[in-house]
């Protein structure tokens, strides 16, 4: 009876839900009943191989092996080993640590001094306090708008939404922001612009997120309409997206009132935008982007590893541009993705753009330019209110 009553006080001492911050906790508090195996299971997922939860520069590990005497997680770049904690009553063990901010490595795990599984990839980061919602600030409205057919992208339909800040003035010209891959950036752009339009650190915008087209399902075009270089997706935005958008909403017009972003072959298609109609786009964010061959899969002989060269041969053009990559990005036949963007930040510097660069150790993921994503508006649109 006294056993039951411990437990239960302990469940109800240790009510939250496990993160890594909560998981430190139970383990530091040291009761055998503090973390239960279906609250784990149901956190890890399946995790005899090992599994990793990132909650900013905070991470747990849940590995569970029946059989095991010693679990040992390590990164790959020397930066740390960490034992795990076998949990009684249940064949888990866990840990939970804090890393550094910009953490970006492999990891791997080790049972009973074998290696278990392949390597895998973790990136930490502080989070902006700008990337999270907070109930004092004023919510847009995110609207999705009815599939578009497209006549410069003949054959395609595709899903698009305008995000309306809830400073909008139908009586005041808006600026404008695209974000291509529209499918992903939707579920966190929206909190971003509402943070910095409520504290004045960016003028009131219309959001138009886009996703690429599709033929025979959603995306399929997306490589073709991204990382061929033309002036085809600007003509889309221009002659189709923008226009329609105008209909309902009171834009703003003039380059300097139009900022496009986008991440790996988004990030390519937001700089080509900008380059080919800089009369019209002057702000370009561009996260990994895939400055490489790839547009010899639609057989282009020019392609986005041709942009360093154009770049230092033409006259500069009026665009700002923000830049982002990681050294343990994408190597592969068709190019190193690290690489192709410091020729990038290299070429705009030789040629006196206004461009940033901001280089740290991660993969070929959003990880840290959905972090620095407050600091990379705040910087494009600086000058305009």
Not at 13 to 31: D, I, T, V
Not at 251 to 263: D, H, M, P, S, Y
Request: aromatic letters at 10%; proline letters at 6%.
């Amino acid at each position: 009876m006294l056993a039951l009553l411990a437990m239960v006080s302990t469940m109800r001492l240790f009510a939250e839900p496990l993160s890594p911050l909560e998981l430190r906790k139970r383990l530091a508090a040291g009761a055998v009943t503090s973390v239960t195996a279906p609250e784990l299971e149901k956190y890890f997922g399946k995790a005899e191989e090992g599994s990793l939860r990132v909650d900013g520069v905070n991470i747990a590990w849940g590995v569970q092996r029946p059989d095991a005497k010693q679990v040992r997680a390590r990164f790959l770049d020397n930066s740390g080993e960490f034992d795990l904690k076998k949990i009684d009553g249940t064949d888990w063990f866990v840990g939970s640590f804090t890393v550094p901010h910009g953490t970006g490595t492999l990891w791997t795990v080790q049972v009973d001094g074998r290696l278990i599984g392949d390597a895998r990839q973790i990136e930490a980061y502080l989070p902006d306090p700008d990337t999270k919602s907070h109930e004092n600030v004023p919510k847009g409205k995110l609207i999705q708008m009815p599939k578009w057919t497209s006549k410069v992208y003949a054959g395609t339909t595709r899903d698009w939404w305008v995000y309306v800040p809830a400073q909008y003035k139908a009586d005041v010209p808006a600026t404008t922001m695209i974000f291509n891959d529209g499918q992903w950036s939707r579920g966190y752009v929206p909190t971003v612009i509402d943070n910095l339009t409520a504290k004045g650190e960016i003028p009131p915008m219309i959001v138009i997120l886009i996703a690429p087209g599709g033929k025979t399902n959603d995306i399929d075009n997306r490589s073709f309409e991204y990382d061929v270089l033309s002036d085809q997706y600007s003509k889309l935005l221009l002659d189709e997206i923008i226009p329609e958008v105008a209909k309902t909403y009171n834009l703003r017009t003039g380059a300097e009132n139009r900022g496009i972003a986008g991440a790996s072959s988004g990030g390519i298609c937001a700089f080509t935008a900008a380059w080919e109609r800089p009369d019209q786009f002057s702000k370009v964010l561009s996260w990994i982007g895939s400055f490489v061959d790839l547009a010899k899969l639609h057989g282009k002989e020019q392609g986005g590893d041709d942009y360093p060269s154009l770049i230092r041969k033409n006259d500069a053009k009026p665009i700002r541009v923000f830049l982002q990559a990681g050294k343990n990005d994408l190597d592969n036949p068709f190019g190193n993705w690290p690489l192709a963007n410091l020729e990038m930040q290299k070429a705009l510097a030789y040629k006196g753009y206004d461009a940033t660069f901001v280089f740290g150790n991660g993969f070929h993921s959003d990880a840290q330019g959905r972090n620095t994503l407050p600091a990379a508006m705040r910087w494009l649109w600086r000058d305009v209110k």
